[in-house]
T-cell receptor
C-alpha cells in the first residue's frame, strides 16, 4: 500500500448504528486530518492530530469521535448520526518540512445516513 | 481568522480558450497549494507555491503567487476536456499545521 488509504470506501448506516472509518498513511508523516466535504459546503476541517495528539477540533459534534493510536492510523467513530451528516469524509496526512505543509489525501469514504 | 476566497466558483469554457482562476486570502502567508478534485474522487496535489513571485507550470496549467497582494492565480492555457474538475486553493497558516481551503472552482470544458 502506498500513500493514504481509507476504508470503507462507501458506508450506509442508520441513525442508531455505530460505525468507524479508518485511515492509514504509509508516508511517514507526523500529522493526520479528518475533513468533511458535502455538496452544500466547502471542505470543512474536523480534526487535526500531530504526533498522535489532537491539536484541533473544529466544534465538531460529539457524535463524531476521533482516535489516533499512532502516527500512521486515524479513526473516526460514528454514533447516532443525522441525515445531514451524509458526506464524503476525507483523511489527509502531512509532514511539516522546510516550512511547508503539503497535505496528501486519501480516496475518501462516501457516507450515507438513512 | 484566515479566509480564502476563490472566483469564479463555476466556470464553463470551450476547448482551446484561456482562463484564470483567482484565489484571494485575508492574512499573511507565503505558502499556497493548488489541488484538483475529479467528481466523486479525492484531492490531488497540483502545485506548491512557497514564496512571493513563485510560478509553477505543468502542462496547460500555470500557478503563481503574489504574497503582497495575497493573491494566487491558476491559469489555464488552450483548455482541453480532460481539465474539467474542481480546483481548490489552500493557504498554510504559519505556525499551525493546517490549511484553510477556498470554496473550490468547478471547471467544465466543453468540446
Amino acid at each position: 500500500e502506498t500513500g493514504v488509504t481509507q476504508t470503507p470506501r462507501h458506508l450506509v448506516m442508520g441513525m442508531t448504528n455505530k460505525k468507524s472509518l479508518k485511515c492509514e498513511q504509509h508516508l511517514g508523516h507526523n500529522a493526520m486530518y479528518w475533513y468533511k466535504q458535502s455538496a452544500k459546503k466547502p471542505l470543512e476541517l474536523m480534526f487535526v492530530y500531530n504526533f498522535k495528539e489532537q491539536t484541533e477540533n473544529n466544534s465538531v459534534p460529539s457524535r463524531f469521535s476521533p482516535e489516533c493510536p499512532n502516527s500512521s492510523h486515524l479513526f473516526l467513530h460514528l454514533h447516532t448520526l443525522q441525515p445531514e451528516d451524509s458526506a464524503l469524509y476525507l483523511c489527509a496526512s502531512s509532514q511539516e518540512s522546510g516550512g511547508f505543509n503539503e497535505q496528501f489525501f486519501g480516496p475518501g469514504t462516501r457516507l450515507t445516513v438513512l | 481568522e484566515l479566509k480564502v476566497e476563490q472566483n469564479p466558483l463555476f466556470l464553463s469554457m470551450q476547448e482551446g480558450k484561456n482562463y484564470t482562476i483567482y484565489c484571494n486570502y485575508s492574512t499573511t502567508s507565503d505558502r499556497l497549494y493548488w489541488y484538483r478534485q475529479d467528481p466523486g474522487k479525492s484531492l490531488e496535489s497540483l502545485f506548491v507555491l512557497l514564496s512571493n513571485g513563485a510560478v509553477k507550470q505543468e502542462g496547460r496549467l500555470m500557478a503563481s503567487l503574489d504574497t503582497k497582494a495575497r493573491l494566487s492565480t491558476l491559469h489555464i492555457t488552450a483548455a482541453v476536456h480532460d481539465l474539467s474538475a474542481t480546483y481548490f486553493c489552500a493557504v498554510d497558516i504559519q505556525g499551525a499545521q493546517k490549511l484553510v481551503f477556498g470554496q473550490g472552482t468547478r471547471l467544465t470544458i466543453n468540446p
